[in-house]
Each structure stands twice: as structure tokens, then as C-alpha cells.
């Protein structure tokens, strides 16, 4: 299981889902509380426990973004339903990277795929996980993937943004 950061930590990353336990919730001095990376939350986080539980243990888990190539082969069309723009992700950039550059603000606080906040939802397509965030059944699912390092199987992704 990948730890996930909580909600309000030092980088700004807002996530729905939290994975591992937080810093915030109830523990006992005997049980091991996981922090999440990259480094910054980690950071942000020792610093709110400290505090609070300065004898709990800590166990940082490095997570890192899945195996496999992170650069498309192909540029890769993305339309932003929400926003009513097409892209086209050349090669080399990332979703997130052109998304923004297209003037859409979207949060990402690691922009390394270990902390989840910029899962996006998929409309159409079908997402390549690249990511250490979603489960199994999740990538499977193919509804959300996380736009910093993840591409497309298919040419042409329709996303919620």
C-alpha cells in the first residue's frame, strides 16, 4: 500500500482518498505512523508530529512512480471538457505540464506520482498508469489517473477539467 499525504500538508496537496495513517489520526505511542513523500510532505508532516507524539515511531515509505516509460512515443491529444480546450501533449511533456501551460490551474503538489492530488478524472480514453498511487483495481477501473506522469493507451484522452 502507498502512504498518501493528508489533507492541508505543507505542499498544498488536497486528496480524497488517504491511504496509511495520517499524523492527525488517533495512534498510540506503540504504533508506527506512516508518512508520506516526497520529502517536503514528509518534512511538513515530522513537524506536526513531533509535537503531539514525539516518542510514536516513524516509518517513511519512498515511494516512487511505476515502472515503464514516462514519455508518450507519440504526441497525444487531451481535450479539457470542462474548460472546452483540446491539446496536444507532445511527446516528452506531461499532461499536467501542457494542461497548465494551456493557463488551467490544476494542484499538484509532488509532480512525482506519490502523492495523488492531481488524480483527474477520465471522461474517454484509456489512461497508461504510471503513477504509485492508485490500486490495482483502480488503474483497472481507468476512470481517474494522476496527469504528472501518466499518459494514454489509446490516442485521445477526454478529461474533467
Known sequence: MTAGCDTGCDTGCDIRRVRGATATAPTSVNRAIRLPTPPP??????????????????REDRVTAASGSAVDPAPLQVVCAAAGIDLVVPPGTSIL?????????????????????????????????????????????????????SGARSGRLVLDL
Not at 513531533?50 to 510514536?56: G, K
Open 97 to 149: 505540464d501542457a494542461v497548465r501551460d494551456a493557463g488551467l490551474p490544476v494542484t499538484a503538489a509532488c509532480t512525482g506520482a506519490c502523492c495523488g492530488s492531481c488524480e483527474t478524472r477520465v471522461l474517454e480514453g484509456e489512461p497508461e498508469h504510471r503513477d504509485a498511487v492508485l490500486t490495482a483495481e483502480e488503474r483497472a477501473f481507468g476512470d481517474t489517473m494522476m496527469i504528472c506522469v
Open 41 to 58: 510532505t514528509v518534512t511538513g508532516s515530522r513537524d506536526r508530529l513531533s509535537p503531539r507524539r514525539p516518542t510514536a515511531r516513524r
